[in-house]
């Protein structure tokens, strides 16, 4: 089981609302959201699947570099008994794919969610402190040093209308931190490691991609419903930050944390 955190861009509306709001928003990319059954379709070549060399191996499917789907199916559907309309049957197509049918949602991303888990990872506006629109969900007790990157700092939330974020604070944190980590493991010491991308030894890069990095976080679900999640590319990043950048003062991102 592991944890990741979720933007999630929200219509304007009060604080009494979010929660609902965010589950509603998350609800189409639950992992046991059961959809229409459909068709599960395995690459087109058997052989470059793990799953059916690791049979192979076990003696389970023939022995050869160009097994075809029907054979993987007969093989695995004996050994296995599995009858048709059995969750674990393979198919094979017209054309000779193979498939199994399946409920399981296809655009499955979590299977719990809090609103903290993980820390407050947003900055808000200095003169927004005492703003009720602001929330910090303190739910889930202290969270270790080496997994908060902003432990210590003032102004942190769980999230509010954009207007009341302070995104080039966050960047500039972000920025700054991934200078010293990387400073920290070049000369050799301890550097703490909740980077959500891959470090190099290119200092420049590091310290742009933390930037980059900081108010998208590891996935972005937008106003429309879509869910993004390259976190170590470039362009999206760009366009990511300057949707984000763009949006209505009073539009809602909360920082959710979601389980898979």
Request: glycine share 8%; hydrophobic share 35%.
């Amino acid at each position: 089981m592991s944890s990741y955190d979720v933007l999630v861009v929200l219509p304007p509306m009060p604080p009494a609302q979010y929660r609902e709001a965010a589950v509603a928003a998350l609800r189409p990319y639950f992992s046991e959201l059961e959809v229409p059954e459909y068709r599960d379709y395995q690459p087109e070549d058997p052989n470059d699947e793990y799953w059916v060399r690791a049979n192979r191996e076990r003696g389970i499917i023939p022995d050869r570099d160009d097994v075809s789907w029907a054979e993987v199916a007969h093989a695995m559907n004996t050994w296995t008994g599995n009858a048709p309309g059995h969750g674990s049957h393979l198919y094979v197509d017209e054309a000779g794919r193979g498939y199994f049918l399946t409920t399981r949602n296809p655009r499955g991303k979590w299977d719990g969610l809090g609103l903290r888990l993980g820390g407050p990872r947003l900055l808000h506006r200095p003169d927004a402190a005492q703003n009720p629109l602001l929330i910090r969900y303190d739910g889930y007790g202290d969270v270790p040093a080496d997994r908060d990157p902003l432990l210590g700092l003032p102004d942190r939330c769980d999230g509010g209308p954009r207007g009341l974020l302070d995104f080039e604070a966050l960047r500039a944190t972000h920025e700054r931190l991934a200078a010293e980590h990387h400073d920290a493991r070049t000369a050799g010491r301890p550097a703490p490691s909740h980077r959500p991308f891959r470090f190099t030894d290119d200092r420049a890069r590091n310290t742009a991609l933390a930037r980059a990095n900081a108010v998208p976080g590891y996935a972005l679900l937008r106003l429309d419903g879509s869910w993004t999640d390259k976190h170590d590319d470039a362009d999206y990043l760009a366009d990511a930050n300057a949707y984000l950048d763009a949006l209505d003062p009073d539009t809602v991102l909360l920082d959710v944390s979601c389980r898979c």
